[in-house]
Structures are given as C-alpha cells and as structure tokens.
C-alpha cells in the first residue's frame, strides 16, 4: 500500500483539540511508519495530522534523533531558526557558536546564498507549507467520505480547514519578509511541481487574500484553545502584514493595519497580563494577553530550539548557582555567548539597567522589562568572575571575543510560575514555557504607529494605546500594585515615531521581530548602527557599527535552492 509519503515518513501526533481542551498538547505517541489509510481511515488520524502543521513550528522531528529536514534539528526548528535572522543582526542580541553554520555572519551582516543559518528558516517554513496542504487535500469533503470520516468530522472540519490555511498563509507572509520574491504552492498544484516564483507584491496579495477569506471561519475567540489560532489570530495577523505593506508593495495600508489591530484591542476575551513577565513563565497558558502560543513542554515536546533554546542559550549554571532562580537544572545552560547589545540596554532608564541579586524579579525596578543580568560587581557576586558584568559587548583594542563577561544577558524567560515557586525539585532538563507568536501589547503598538504613520484614529488614542503598554510596564495606572515604584505614562509630546520603535524593543525584544521593525523604519542597513554591525569580526578590533549594503534588507534564497528549482531567481545582488 501508498506510504504517507510527506519527505519519506512521519510519525502519529495526537493532540487534544476536543472541545472541552483549554490547551493545545504536543504528545507523540508512536514511531512507526504509518500508511495513507491507516491515518486517514480515523477521526483521530485526522486530529493527529492538523497536529502535526502545528508541531511542525515546534518541533524538529518526531522523536530523538529525527528531524523533519536534513539539517541540524535545533538550529531548523521555527523559532530558533526565526530568532537567528530576526534578532542576531539587530541592535537587541548576539549569538555565536564555533560550529560553522553562519552564526557569525549574522553579527557582522555578511552573509551570503551558503549560509546554513540563512537556509535554515527557508526550509523549515517550506516543509509547513507543505504539511499543510497535504492536510487540505485530505480534508475536501469527497475525500473524508471516501474514508468513512466526513459524518464524524463534519462539525469541525471547517475549523481545521481554516486553521491550516492561516498557518500556511504565515509561512507565506514570512517567508514574504525574510526572502521577499519566493517559489509559491498550494494544495491544487500537482505532486512533484516545482513552486513557480512571484513577486513579493504577489505573495503579500495571496497572504492577505487567505487571511481575509478565512477570518470569519475560524474558530472564535469565545472558544479558543490555548495553542490554535482564531479569529483574533487573523486580526492580528492582518495587522502586521498591513502596517508592513508598504515594505512589500510600495503602497501603505495604515488604515487597514489599524483597522484590523483596533479590532484585537476591542476584543473582550483578551487582555494585558496583570504584570508583563507573566507572558514568559511556565504557566504562561494562563496568560489572558497571548493570542496565539507554540506550546513547549518538558516531556512531549523537547527540542534544541523554541523557548528551550531561548532560556538556555542565555544563561550560565553560575547564575543559577548564584541563586537565579531560572527553572532548569545547573547543568541545563549552554554556558555560550548570547549577550545583549548596548542599544538594547540604553533604550532603558539607567537605574532600571543592572541586576540587582537583591531583587532577582526586578520589582524593584520603575520598567518591569528590564529584565537583564549584568552589572558592576558588588558583593558575592565578585567571588564569581564568569557572571557578564560589563554592558558592553568589547574591550578596547581587542577583536571580537566569546566571553560571557562581556555584555548583559537576560531573564526575561523563566521556567518557574508565576507564584514564583522555587527549588532543586522544580528545576527541569528542559522548558515547558510556551512561545507567544502574538501579544496583545503588540496590537496596541501597531494601532499606535498606524496612526502616526496616517492611519484613521486620533494622536490621543495613539497616545493612550502607548500609555496601557506602558502602565503595565511600570504596574501603574489600571495596574497599580505592590510593585508599583513609578508611572509609566508619556505626553503627547514625546510620542513619535522613533519612540515607538524604542517602546517595541522595550516591549518586545527577543520576540523575533525587531529585524523587520528596524527595517520599516529604514533603520536596518543604515542610518543607525550597533555593536559589530558591519565589521569584521575576525582580528578586528573595531566594534563601532557601520552602514552596510541596502542588499542585506533581505535574505537571499538558499543557492541549493536556486540550483534545484529552474523557476527561481536569485534576490539582487547575491551571487
């Protein structure tokens, strides 16, 4: 009989999607080889498969040692591959490893076709896409009553339907981003075809259309379940590729970027975490801010890369030693380099900057975001000489080094609750922390800058979508509480532009979106510059940034790629 023939094999995922769930589960349960029929032939073969366009922006295969594609399963899964191109060459991170794979390119903005690193999102996105229109292919009615399945599924086949479409159309709308003119595919074009390229307007089109035609499809946000995405997901979604559309096409859609944002504002089912780290804990599932989550958990879903990547590439076991209470065991860090650029840390006030072992959950702190672990050395912690203590990534005079000492890492993800429960009990191999793809603090930041930008809405409720950001932040005005050191709100006349693209990294950093901020603002390639940016990293000793080529505004497709596909051509400027 056909094997289910989707790069040659997958395993059976089955996640609880019933009606009662509250939270999407990753849970693989079998590794053996599975046959068309055999998955198709049940209700829950049918679950298993929407599950498995699901994992696949979360895990990098179906067991250990498998991988959904032939590279490196950590550093291709979603959102570890999507941080590398989103947050290395920008004023927030720096991240580097010894292995080769095109980490340090990224610092210096110099990367080309080869680069693994580059390749690896590309790919990952691809093989989405394509589980996803496997998935619709065998959900068109003639096809489930040629199974035996329609009658059973019928009630919420529609809601499946929409759903792998919205997580195609994303991976279209990044890949529209990253790579911008790119091979396209659906469910309707024959087995075996090469993806004929469009142009970015083209694929910018085809991503609105889909979100549009399926946003009153989708399961409402009255419903939701933690882990798929809704009816607010669209909106959302929506938001950000419009207040981006004229990056794409060349043409602005400001008032549809605050249209649609002003929309996730107003729905009642969501809103801000009463205290901002709430959104990057382990029960994060109960956060009432977070849209849409890629759930991660210590025993289903391990990986090299989401939020276990996140909280282990940024730490070291003397933090924890130290009494940094992390969630995750003192041998669970990588002890490497990830560190924060100075531009990151001077977007805060400096009394918020240093870590202070006194106050290891910042409350202390007027901005509740300055999460950072670094600072001069005072008391015990100068017993200790690895813990990074100076917030510049250099010294003078020297080339480039991997010293953790140099450069603020971060606490931002923990694996520890919210009640902030602590111990070596509670302390895991890996992470059960979910990544948050959409925050509803973004939405208010998007309306806000649509407006400025021309959008309809007035500067007064552009100023007051900034000061709920804010007040949150600082646990002032709706959200005072005992940590409450100082009021957040700004004036009307300090509200611009630039200060909104300082609060989204405030807001955001490590969120796998400031590259594409930073380019909106036509500050990515030049005019404005950070730690290493366009040097050489290599015996230089010049750490100034510098302007670079407009070229590196975008990815260049993979060379493998180009080589395989005749339909494609190479972006502009990359041999």
Partial sequence: MKRFNIYLKITFLSFFLFSSCEELDLQPIDSTLLIEDEVYSTYDGYVGMLAKCYASFVLQGQGDGDVDISRDGGRSTFNRALFYLQECPTDEVLFHSSSGNGTWTLISMNWNPGTEVVGNMYYRLWISIAFCNEFLRKTEQNVMENYGVYNEAKGEVGYWRAEARFLRAYCYYLLCDLYGSVGWIDESSPNGAYPVQKTRTEIFKYVESEFLDIEDDLMPADKKVFGRVNQVAAWFALSRLYLNGEVYTKENYYDEAYRYAKKVIEDPNYSLAPNYIENFLKDNDTSPEIIWAQ?????????????NFLIKYSSHKFMINQGLELGITSDAPWNINGRLKTNLIDKFDIEDQTYDPLDTWCDKKKDKRALFYGGPLTGDQSKNPVVPHQKETWRENEPFEKNITLGYTFTKWRNVTKD????????EQYVSIAFPMFRKADAYLMAAEAILRGGSGSRAEALSFVNEVRHRAYNSGNY??????????????????????????????????RRTDLIRFNKFTKGYNWDWKGQDTSGNTNHEGKDVDDKYNLYPIPQDEILYNPNLTQNPNYL
């Fill in 480 to 513: 005072i509480s005992d940590r409450n050191v100082a009021d957040g709100s700004i004036t009307d006349s300090q509200l611009n532009l630039d200060f909104i693209l300082d609060e989204r990294a405030r807001e955001l950093w490590t969120e796998s979106i």
């Fill in 295 to 307: 759930p991660h958990d210590d025993t289903n879903s391990q990986s090299h890369g989401g939020t």
């Fill in 420 to 427: 902030r429960a602590t111990g070596e009990d509670q302390r």
